[in-house]
């Protein structure tokens, strides 16, 4: 490997809480030479003038152009995002109480909701009058009260519940992602995708000269 050659991999998102962005915040810089890679990392991309949390899209091109007019003797090569975003947020002390209280919101919201769902399904589909008639199949005669079907099916749902969604309280059954941080990474990437391609289309990337 060149001492001149720098490999740099910009992430496609990025938070940053410090008005002044440094390439260390967008990207990772990588070469044999690691004076200048220490350099490069503190090398200024912009300065946030807005009081407000915001978004800016980037292109790699401005960070590679901003690197080659300091350094005009390296070979800058391009393993990551095209294009990507820096996301402005300012910096917040952690209110503790009102954490727990927004988290036992959502609880108490997704558990009752969760249990009106499910009561409607079963009245929509007649759950009970399918056990009733399972019952009179199985055993012969009228059901009188509850059964094993009720009880099984009480226990087996939440059980189904857990092995499927992969999580329970902070314990996991298996290493893979869970269907919900599936769903949310593929929320959160197509939100990203959304911005940078509306920046492109309105002219509003800041781009190479």
């Known amino acids: 490997m060149k001492e001149t050659l720098v490999y740099l991999k910009a992430d496609k998102h990025n938070e940053v809480t410090d008005k002044t962005v440094l390439l260390s915040d967008i990207a990772k810089v990588y070469g044999r030479n690691t004076k200048i890679i220490d350099e490069l990392k503190n090398v200024k991309l912009f300065d946030i003038q807005s009081d407000k949390e915001c978004k800016y899209m980037f292109s790699v091109l401005r960070v590679i152009e901003l690197i080659i007019a300091i350094y005009p003797e390296l070979e800058i090569i ?39 769902s499910i009561m409607t399904f079963n009245e929509d589909v007649s759950v009970s009058k399918v056990f009733d008639l399972v019952y009179k199949l199985v055993m012969g005669s009228e059901k009188q009260g509850g059964s094993i079907l009720e009880i099984s099916y009480s226990i087996g749902l939440p059980i189904g519940i857990i092995i499927f969604f992969n999580h329970f309280s902070k314990f996991k059954l298996h290493n893979d992602p869970t269907p919900i941080q599936i769903q949310m990474r593929l929320y959160e990437n197509d939100v990203n995708d959304t911005l940078i391609t509306d920046a492109n289309r309105e002219g509003n990337t800041i781009d190479c000269n």
């Open 78 to 116: 391009s393993l990551g995002e095209t294009d990507f975003i820096v996301e402005y947020k300012k910096p917040r002390k952690s209110k503790v109480v009102f954490e727990y209280m927004k988290t036992a919101f959502v609880a108490l919201s997704i558990f009752f909701g969760s249990a009106f």
